[in-house]
């Protein structure tokens, strides 16, 4: 079976993001770029079906900017098998992604669809889900555990009551919680393997798909601070205070 | 005039408090109407509940034997056809109405808008991105159903003592056979649940192992508060998932939060952010934390919890 890994490229999670002073944005210039930590572990799940003989192929699919190629080339590295690049110059949200993504699975027919569960840069958490609406298919959302067999996968998922089991019929998406897997480094043989791996490009225009993209963002704020704290001294300091507050 | 409809959730037959939430982030549009949906197998008893929040104008209960359990896959298409009429559907953003709602928004074939902190009015609403380190105001277009999740931090629990009319709704549409609920295994529930508690003590990594954390449990029972943890608590295995705090875990504002060998990753502060008093013990002075907490205590975790607990008497 073949499984279609979405792979988006964010801004990295150790970069503390910076509001513009007027408001129009946050400061990406210069900022260090990284595949959505999320998406990782989607590759990563991947790669372990396919070693596990139960994928024969993964294609890793990002909708980016021209320049997101060498992203795309990680992907391979990690070990991808082909790479699909939809090309836009502009952000995309999260419904225009979906139906992308859906244009993907009808040319590719992949069984399972594994992407994050949410983006570290717009959190939105939606991609997944508004495919598998799309595509008429199950949706097994922050798996911690994938267990595939025959034409099923069972498959654990980190709810806030605690981990819960459901089982769907393939073909299915699927999106990752953090405790799936820890995905691998890349190593430099890999790197350079990478560089004659396929990797196809389309221009999102081209695709047919109806902009989703409804949602004007009209203004970009730092967060509320909060007011500066104050240090005690030992616990019956701290006892003290927080009685003096009604905490206790 | 907006009409608003919210998605209860609901687990073993009772109200997650997050419906009461998506009620107040309601009443902040002036709507025409804030109905709330509740899908079950047995919904009589959670309607029952939904109608005395204050605010709710209908509770439409819809009773299928196929809802026994929240597949968004079954759910969605139920709530698409109750929706009709209303301009707005609104869902916690738990990780009950995270699955379901943009499942929802592809079938309307409208956009979501995801974690709204608060309503600037009908169709626009601030959000955060990045982990919090942006707030954006973002627009919905006027002529489409507004589908959005309800940062639940963001928002008191609407109070209650309301009596709104319930009523039975049946809806005909098919729900596939293709998503099947297994189990759910739940932590235990004795102590206070996570997401509604008025106190938090949380440990990290630095808590140093799951027999270690049991100091921590133990502090928090003493103070009558829920227990959280950092994702590095988590990964480690020192507790259970469904106890990480942060952004991609739980939101939360408790009253008082305490993080105990939690170094303040940015991760991590997302979600305490909302926090009432924030507490942090840590034997790093310089450790991120303390740029937010409102009192720091500096030293071993591992000599302040038995400290303190002499002190709380
Ligand atoms: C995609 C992504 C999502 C993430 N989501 C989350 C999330 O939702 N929630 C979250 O928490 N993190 C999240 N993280 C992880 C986050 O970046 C940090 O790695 C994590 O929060 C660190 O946990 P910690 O503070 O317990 O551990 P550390 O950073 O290792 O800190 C441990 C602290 O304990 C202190 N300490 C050690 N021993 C003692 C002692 N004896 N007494 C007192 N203090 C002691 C140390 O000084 C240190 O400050 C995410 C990361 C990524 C990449």
């Known amino acids: ?248 | 005039m907006s009409k608003i409809l919210i998605i209860a959730e609901h687990l073993n037959g009772k109200l997650n408090p997050s419906t009461a939430r998506c009620v107040s982030c309601a009443q902040a549009i002036k709507a025409a109407a804030i109905d709330v949906l509740v899908l079950a197998d047995a919904p009589d008893a959670i309607a029952a509940e939904a109608a005395k929040i204050a605010g709710v104008s209908k509770v439409l209960a819809v009773a299928n034997p196929a809802s026994a359990h929240a597949l968004a896959a079954v759910y969605a298409p139920q709530v698409v056809a109750a929706a009709s009429g209303y301009s707005h559907v609104f869902a916690p953003s738990t990780t009950f109405g995270k699955d379901v709602a943009p499942r929802v928004a592809a079938l309307l074939g409208v956009a979501q808008v995801s974690d709204i902190m608060s309503v600037v009015d009908a169709h626009t609403f601030t959000r955060p991105i990045y982990a919090g380190n942006a707030i954006v105001t973002v627009q919905a277009p006027a002529d489409q159903t507004v589908v959005a999740t309800v940062r639940t931090a963001s928002w008191p629990a609407a109070a209650g003592g309301g009596s709104a009319p319930v009523e039975a709704l049946t809806l005909n549409v098919e729900v596939p056979s293709h998503t099947r609920f297994v189990e759910l295994a739940q932590g235990s529930s004795e102590r206070p649940d996570l997401q509604s508690a008025s106190k938090v003590v949380s440990g990290g990594r630095g808590v140093g192992s799951a027999e270690n954390f049991a100091i921590i449990f133990k502090l928090a029972d003493k103070i009558g508060a829920a227990v959280g943890a950092s994702r590095a608590a988590v990964d480690a295995g020192y507790v259970p998932s469904d106890l990480q705090v942060g952004q991609t875990g739980k939101i939360i504002a408790p009253e008082l939060y305490v993080a105990i060998g939690i170094s303040g990753a940015i991760q991590h502060l997302t979600g305490i952010k909302d926090a009432g008093t924030i507490v942090a013990i840590n034997k790093d002075a310089e450790a991120p934390i303390y740029e937010i907490a409102d009192i720091g205590l500096v030293g071993d975790l591992f000599k302040i919890i038995p400290e303190l607990e002499a002190a709380l008497g």
């Open chain 1, 1 to 248: 079976m073949k499984i279609l890994v979405g792979y988006k490229r964010v801004v990295d999670y150790n970069v503390r993001i910076q509001v513009k002073p007027d408001g129009s944005g946050v400061v990406t210039e210069g900022v260090k770029l990284s595949a959505n930590p999320f998406d990782d572990i989607a590759l990563e799940e991947a790669l372990r079906l396919r070693e596990k003989g139960i994928a024969s192929e993964v294609v890793v699919a990002t909708i980016a900017p021209a320049d997101a190629q060498a992203h795309l080339r990680n992907g391979l590295a990690m070990g991808a098998n082909r790479a699909v690049h939809v090309v836009t110059s502009e952000a995309i949200q999260p419904l225009t992604a979906a139906r992308a993504l859906l244009k993907l699975v009808e040319k590719e027919q992949p069984q399972i669809v594994l992407l994050g569960k949410q983006a570290i840069d717009d959190d939105c958490n939606q991609t997944g889900q508004m495919l598998a609406a799309l595509w008429n298919r199950p949706q097994a959302t922050f798996a911690s555990k994938v267990e595939v067999s025959g034409n099923t996968a069972k498959v654990t998922r980190e709810v806030d009551a605690g981990l819960e089991t459901i089982e769907v019929d393939l073909p299915a998406v699927i999106t990752t919680d953090l405790r799936l897997n820890e995905p691998r480094f890349i190593k430099l043989p890999d790197i350079m393997k990478a560089k004659s791996k396929p990797l196809e490009t389309l221009q999102l225009a081209d695709l047919g798909v109806a902009s989703g993209d409804t949602l004007k963002t009209t203004n970009y704020a730092p967060p509320a601070k909060r007011s500066k704290g104050v240090m005690v001294k030992d616990a019956a300091e701290l006892v003290a205070a927080l009685k003096t507050k009604g905490l206790l």
